[in-house]
């Protein structure tokens, strides 16, 4: 094998993890260059929301500890921004009757 062909296969195995990964903007999954809303996105852009508001919180937490996702969509749940990850941990549950 030369030193080339070498260097190609490496550089392949290399890049193609990152390529496969799931790439988010915003609450919404890019896939094929079309915008689709997931909960794996929308998970995420709440934790960068709360980390906005000064929450520490980490992308993973939200997504793998449903009582933390609940606690901080109860903190920042009115922001509009994150009303769809939000969506059945509001805080506002049974008001306005």
């Known amino acids: 094998m030369t030193r ?5 296969i490496i550089l392949a195995v290399l890049v193609t993890p990152a390529s496969a990964a799931i790439r988010c903007n915003d ?6 260059g079309n915008e689709i809303s997931t909960p794996y996105c929308g998970d995420n852009y709440l934790a960068k929301v709360a980390r906005k508001y000064g929450i520490r919180v ?4 939200i997504r ?5 996702k609940g606690e901080v969509c109860r903190m920042i749940g009115h922001d509009i ?3 769809d990850a939000c ?3 509001s805080s506002d549950r049974g008001r306005g009757r």
């Open 4 to 8: 080339t062909t070498l260097s190609a």
């Open 27 to 32: 609450d919404f999954q890019v896939v094929q």
């Open 58 to 61: 980490s992308n993973a937490e």
């Open 64 to 68: 793998n500890n449903p009582n933390r």
């Open 81 to 83: 921004r994150v009303k």
């Open 87 to 89: 969506a059945g941990y």
